[in-house]
């Protein structure tokens, strides 16, 4: 029968309503066979409904719905689009509102059953959610993760504020620090839980088959002094520096947790320090020669005191200081103590050039000589040497999501030889442990490296769930589960995979029935890192696909986004939260740690609760206009 829209022949409704049923039985069928071939993995009985409904969906979308939705769009129904949720409930909902409009008889058993399975759609994703992140403060409540660094486990009051903030979630890197350093972080997040009496969960994520960059050169041991000026070169105000006798090592100024700026220190010796008063001078050469001096203003502590530089400096270790008092009169001296000197600063441009090494030596900037020559190219290393065997010239890079662009124009005995293609006029900086995305080039790596398994152990006794950072088929989780399953506690652990890759969003039903079947799951999504892998003009598809086919299996979804990234170094209000709506209804936001987290993270929780709000009052019924 020729199902085309002809007022002539066939009524629109009727035959819509035939449609309809052609497409829900032969959809039912594909729906058994994939069922069949997933029963073995679907060992959680939770997930039973939600992989029928994913089965339904896949069946579906063999066909071509465009005419179909056309049609209905026609009779004001509305269209296939929005039917993830629930397939089957949304197909049966459709055809007896056809079958009514056209006086035959539906039976209200079958009314009450579509509206009962719409509703159970819609709890659904809310209760895997709650199984993978525990219970939410309200019902549509959006997760928020937290990535925690190195002094999250030595400042217990950041764990416990962030908690209290609404952090559900405490990410912890396995690629970077020590199981030490893990342990203290998550005494901390337990501590605070405890504390406050609200559940935090803990993630910690593998390395994983994900190519990043090696470790960075320490830059120079010295301090240097900045001093703000106006336009016409005079100092606007004095820089602060704190002269430390504690025995630690001096450092740059820097932030702590708050975004507070925390000033320089210069380490010195403690009886020396003992002898200094506010009012008094410190004279000494910087190390271009130049006379400068610092004016001591306050006595912090028994070990520390405040002064003040009026000129720039470059302060090295073992620099001279002389000790003159408010008198004039001089007093003893001492010389500068070690310095912590901070990573060196890689920083290129569009159209630098830049070696990616085969080896882990540190890396860093380009060396130019006397009259501003290029004498050394700027090089980083890479984490995986095998991987440049797969290389080849002609093929793109990208560096820490789609920040930093390249293009491979030669690969050799060093290494691969990169032209900056994309980044910032003013420059972009490449640090440690920054991901490599190569979307040109086909990468076999094993899904877990020797040191991954090496860290389960650790990861299945501390940890609530496991991070898999990049998952490119079935059988990456496959290895990860039977992996846990060798480890006590392995079996109860939720895991959260990523999708980064082609291959990754092409199997990406198979990775949701592989891991959903078995334990707890969610999918995590990068905006930069799919950007790198699909390019700008088909990263918003790909994130279309990943949200339907997780709403499909009611599968919850973690979203990190530039925009986030952003809000944790500036403090919000941004333009840039705005943004975050765009990521919609997210089950959970990643925010990495930053200098502005806690202002992060209320003005988040703000916005969440504001959407919330809206989606309810829509939901509601609408009142009359006398009420």
């Not at 409930?89 to 039976?107: E, F, H, Y």
């Not at 199997?507 to 999504?525: K, N, Q, S, V």
């Not at 905006?527 to 390019?535: K, N, P, R």
């Amino acid at each position: 029968m020729d199902l085309s829209w002809n007022p002539g022949a066939v009524p629109l409704a009727p035959a819509v309503l035939l449609r309809l049923g052609e497409l829900r039985a032969q959809a039912l069928s594909r729906q058994e066979e994939l069922l069949a071939a997933w029963r073995p993995l679907l060992q959680r009985r939770g997930f039973l409904a939600s992989a029928s409904n994913l089965a339904g969906y896949l069946a579906l979308r063999r066909h071509d719905l465009h005419d179909l939705q056309d049609r209905l769009d026609a009779l004001g129904l509305g269209s296939l689009a929005g039917c993830e949720a629930s397939v089957a409930a949304t197909l049966d909902a459709l055809m007896n509102t056809l079958r009514l409009s056209q006086g035959q008889p539906v039976l209200a058993a079958d009314v009450i059953r579509c509206a009962r399975a719409l509703q159970r759609s819609r709890t659904q994703r809310c209760r895997s959610t709650d199984h993978l992140f525990g219970a939410a403060r309200t019902p549509l409540a959006t997760r928020f993760m937290v990535t925690l660094s190195r002094e999250s486990g030595a400042d217990y009051a950041l764990v416990r504020d962030l908690v209290e903030l609404g952090m559900d979630c405490a990410r912890i890197n396995c690629v970077v620090d020590d199981r030490a350093t893990w342990r203290d972080i998550i005494g901390n997040v337990r501590q605070a839980e405890k504390e406050l009496g609200r559940g935090c969960k803990v993630l910690m994520e593998l390395g994983g088959r994900r190519l990043r960059t090696g470790p960075v050169d320490a830059g120079p041991d010295l301090l240097h002094v900045k001093v703000k000026r106006d336009q016409f070169g005079d100092p606007l105000y004095p820089t602060v520096i704190v002269l430390d006798g504690s025995g630690r090592a001096g450092r740059t100024a820097t932030r702590d947790h708050s975004g507070r700026a925390m000033p320089a220190r210069l380490a010195v010796d403690r009886k020396w320090l003992a002898k200094l008063d506010p009012g008094d001078r410190v004279l000494f050469r910087d190390f271009k020669g130049r006379k400068r001096e610092l004016a001591i203003e306050a006595r912090l502590s028994e070990t520390e005191v405040a002064c003040a530089c009026v000129d720039g400096a470059y302060i090295g270790q073992g620099t001279e200081l002389e000790h003159v008092q408010r008198s004039r009169k001089k007093g003893a001296k001492t010389k500068s103590g070690a310095f912590d000197a901070p990573p060196a600063e890689i920083e290129v441009k569009p159209g630098d050039a830049l070696l990616l090494t085969r080896d882990l030596s540190p890396g860093r900037g380009e060396q130019r000589d006397k009259r501003g020559r290029l004498a050394a190219t700027a090089r980083i290393g890479c984490t995986d040497p095998d991987v440049f065997d797969l290389l080849d010239a002609g093929q793109t890079a990208w560096i820490d999501g789609c920040r930093i662009g390249a293009l491979i124009e030669q690969v050799d005995k060093h290494g691969a030889w990169l032209r900056v293609t994309r980044a910032s006029p003013r420059g972009e900086r490449i640090g440690a442990d920054q991901a490599i995305h190569l979307p040109d080039t086909p990468i076999d790596l094993p899904a877990l490296s020797a040191r991954d398994l090496a860290q389960l152990e650790f990861v299945c006794r501390h940890a609530d769930i496991v991070g898999f950072p990049v998952a490119t088929g079935r059988a990456d989780i496959d290895q990860l589960v039977d992996a846990l399953a060798g480890h006590h506690g392995g079996r109860r652990l939720g895991i959260i995979a990523g999708i980064e890759t082609r291959a990754a969003l092409d199997d990406l039903p198979e990775i949701i029935a592989h891991g959903a079947g078995r334990h707890p799951f969610g999918i995590t999504g990068s905006y930069g890192a799919l950007a790198a892998e699909f390019g700008f003009e088909g990263m918003p598809e790909a994130v279309r696909e990943i949200r339907a086919l997780c709403a499909c299996a009611h599968v919850p979804v973690v979203w990190s986004t530039p925009a986030l990234e952003s809000l944790v170094i500036h403090e919000p209000p941004r333009a840039d939260i705005t943004d975050t709506a765009t990521i919609g209804s997210a089950q959970c936001l990643l925010l990495n740690q930053g200098p502005c987290v806690r202002q992060a993270l209320t003005a988040l929780g703000s916005l969440v609760s504001a959407m919330e709000e809206q989606a309810t009052r829509r939901a509601s019924r609408c009142r009359s206009a006398t009420q």
